[in-house]
């Protein structure tokens, strides 16, 4: 059963600069084919979620605007789904959507190979020095290479800070470089991780032995400057930080000082404290670092499989079928989702 009226906005932070979908036309049919729903990128650019907005349309799929508690007025909302395009929702207050009786989702199996090709794609090219050797040749010096050897990876350890679904996958993928392979995660599962090809051991013991460290969990409360001056100090100052996950679980400051004490090599960072970053922001100086502004996985294969996968979650709440991911499981309960999907 389909609902005749179920109206859809896509916030415009989802279109190119030309005005097209940035993930391409082929998952809007997942939309168009869908009898009863009328879609439309939302006119205004916010930057959080309105209660105007949240009154005008049944699901809203969103990109980076902020959704809060303040996205509801007084009145029961229109919005019963909030679709996450990507698969963190740290933007997200879920409490609140479950307070409102709205769904969350987010599509954790289309980013799970993109953000860890990601993170090996920031391990090859800060032990091969890429981006130095680009400078080199680019600006003459092609003579100074005997002075930028890089790093071979065989024998090497490579450490997950999260062995969750993109921490098992870059493992996964990594076997190929025979490195030795460790997570840390206090809620991982040895076997797990085991069949992935790494070791859960504790968050001290990856930090003093990796030669590489990929920040790869959840932020959180607890995980938040969870890499602090403290932790740094424990990696080995042979090594590099990368951070594919969120930026505040680096404490920043903490990781500028350490770079510039030469306590650790160098880092890679597709996600910052402050985004988009501050043109001051001294990493963004520092020639060991490689920075790219929360966008490395973006490929046109990693967005149309993050659009079929939120967009699909928009449909089944349309025909009143439970989407297949949704983050704040526990509003299943609530009457007002139980009566949405068995109307009687
Ligand atoms: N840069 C990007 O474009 C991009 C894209 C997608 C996802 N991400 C981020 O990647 C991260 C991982 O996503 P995922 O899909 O693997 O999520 P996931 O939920 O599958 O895994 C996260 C893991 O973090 C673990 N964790 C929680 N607290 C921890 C702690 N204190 N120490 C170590 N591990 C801890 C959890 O147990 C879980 O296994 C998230 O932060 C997500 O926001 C970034």
């Given at each position: 059963?389909?609902?005749?009226?179920?109206?859809?906005?896509?916030?415009?932070?989802?279109?190119?600069?030309?005005?097209?979908?940035?993930?391409?036309?082929?998952?809007?049919?997942?939309?168009?084919?869908?009898?009863?729903?009328?879609?439309?990128?939302?006119?205004?650019?916010?930057?959080?979620?309105?209660?105007?907005?949240?009154?005008?349309?049944?699901?809203?799929?969103?990109?980076?605007?902020?959704?809060?508690?303040?996205?509801?007025?007084?009145?029961?909302?229109?919005?019963?789904?909030?679709?996450r395009?990507g698969v963190g929702y740290?933007?997200?207050?879920?409490?609140?959507?479950?307070?409102?009786?709205?769904?969350?989702?987010n599509t954790p199996?289309a980013v799970r190979?993109?953000v860890?090709?990601?993170?090996?794609?920031?391990?090859?090219?800060?032990?091969?020095?890429?981006?130095?050797?680009?400078?080199?040749?680019?600006?003459?010096?092609?003579?100074?290479?005997?002075?930028?050897?890089?790093?071979?990876?065989?024998?090497?350890?490579?450490?997950?800070?999260?062995?969750?679904s993109i921490?098992?996958?870059?493992?996964?993928?990594?076997?190929?470089?025979?490195?030795?392979?460790?997570?840390?995660?206090?809620?991982?599962?040895?076997?797990?991780?085991?069949?992935?090809?790494?070791?859960?051991?504790?968050?001290?013991?990856?930090?003093?032995?990796?030669?590489?460290?990929?920040?790869?969990?959840?932020?959180?409360?607890?995980?938040?400057?969870?890499?602090?001056?403290?932790?740094?100090?424990?990696?080995?100052?042979?090594?590099?930080?990368?951070?594919?996950?969120?930026?505040?679980?680096?404490?920043?400051?903490?990781?500028?000082?350490?770079?510039?004490?030469?306590?650790?090599?160098?880092?890679?960072?597709?996600?910052?404290?402050?985004?988009?970053?501050?043109?001051?922001?001294?990493?963004?100086?520092?020639?060991?670092?490689?920075?790219?502004?929360?966008?490395?996985?973006?490929?046109?294969?990693?967005?149309?499989?993050i659009?079929?996968?939120?967009?699909?979650?928009?449909?089944?709440?349309?025909?009143?079928?439970?989407?297949?991911?949704?983050?704040?499981?526990?509003?299943?309960?609530?009457?007002?989702?139980?009566?949405?999907?068995?109307?009687?």
């Amino acid at each position: 059963m389909t609902n005749e009226s179920f109206r859809v906005g896509l916030t415009r932070d989802l279109l190119t600069g030309a005005g097209e979908p940035s993930f391409g036309t082929g998952a809007l049919d997942v939309l168009n084919q869908t009898p009863g729903i009328s879609w439309e990128f939302i006119p205004e650019a916010v930057a959080a979620i309105t209660p105007e907005l949240t009154a005008r349309y049944d699901a809203i799929y969103v990109n980076t605007p902020r959704v809060g508690a303040d996205a509801f007025g007084s009145e029961a909302p229109r919005v019963k789904i909030i679709a996450r395009h990507g698969v963190g929702y740290d933007s997200v207050d879920v409490p609140a959507m479950t307070a409102r009786g709205v769904l969350v989702t987010n599509t954790p199996a289309a980013v799970r190979r993109p953000v860890a090709t990601m993170a090996i794609t920031f391990v090859l090219a800060l032990a091969q020095k890429l981006m130095t050797k680009d400078k080199l040749t680019r600006t003459g010096r092609w003579n100074d290479r005997n002075d930028h050897m890089g790093q071979g990876l065989t024998g090497k350890t490579l450490g997950l800070v999260g062995a969750g679904s993109i921490g098992l996958e870059t493992l996964r993928m990594a076997r190929a470089f025979d490195m030795r392979m460790l997570a840390a995660d206090p809620f991982g599962n040895a076997d797990v991780v085991q069949a992935a090809g790494g070791t859960l051991v504790g968050l001290d013991e990856l930090l003093a032995q990796s030669d590489f460290v990929v920040v790869a969990c959840l932020l959180n409360d607890d995980t938040h400057h969870l890499v602090n001056a403290e932790r740094l100090a424990k990696m080995k100052r042979s090594a590099y930080l990368i951070n594919v996950a969120r930026g505040p679980i680096v404490d920043e400051s903490a990781l500028v000082a350490a770079l510039r004490a030469g306590e650790i090599a160098g880092a890679g960072l597709d996600v910052f404290e402050q985004e988009p970053v501050d043109p001051s922001n001294p990493l963004l100086t520092m020639e060991q670092v490689i920075v790219t502004p929360h966008s490395l996985c973006w490929t046109d294969e990693c967005f149309d499989a993050i659009a079929h996968s939120g967009l699909g979650a928009i449909v089944d709440m349309s025909a009143r079928r439970r989407p297949q991911y949704v983050v704040n499981r526990d509003v299943l309960a609530d009457e007002r989702v139980r009566d949405w999907f068995d109307p009687g």
